[in-house]
């Protein structure tokens, strides 16, 4: 039996070396993989509506994932992304495809529209603001107190992201995980605006999936990027 002292410095070393591009990616693809199929299922079960609409909404997050996943776990081992395509190049590729996520599921929901909540439009607006608020204030809050680039992993590219203080300001005076807690909230508001089974089929993918990429992509970044943090503090970028 390893004494103490051996077991905690054998876990600095551990710490010490970044993830693998595959650490972390069986849990990633298997949940992945039972996501789809919980996809195919439901999306037959609704009658299989808009299915070019549908799957684009889906490659979207899906995309978007893999993109940070690959894009992170490189620049940690190599600084292979900084050295090739650049963190500008890198910054405008994860928008796009963060963007695309909202753009595919309103175009789903517009062309998949009014056949959930029909009956009761006062249920079906006040749903949509209960669940659009918190989202707005979400993203307004990234934007305003933690800053855009943070958001997209810039501690991943810049040592000197990794010792800012927490932020407790805005949304993340409630939880350092607001951008997954309540930005995602906003697909969930699409879907109920749109009245769009299909589109509340792709939100409730999508915002299980990210917390996928938080512990299977995101938590072992964390545990080398701010593993000299005391255990107290937590990690500034666990507030995403």
Partial sequence: MNSPRTSSRATSIQRATPPTLWSGQALHFGCLACLVTYLWLQWHWIGQPQPLAFWIAVAFP?????FVW???RLELRSSAVSRTLGF???LAIFFVLFTGRFVSLVVLG???LGILLAPSPPLQITLTCLLALPGIYALYSVA???GLKRAAGADHFFVSYRSKPLVKEGIFRFTNNGMYVFAFLLFWAIAIGFDSPAALTVAAFSHVYIWVHFFSVE???IDFLYCSRSAGQGSEHQQR
């Fill in 144 to 146: 305003r107190y933690f």
């Fill in 219 to 221: 938590k072992p970044d």
């Fill in 88 to 90: 500008g190049p890198y």
């Fill in 62 to 66: 899906i995309c978007h994932q893999v």
């Fill in 70 to 72: 690959i894009a992170w």
């Fill in 110 to 112: 517009w062309m998949d």
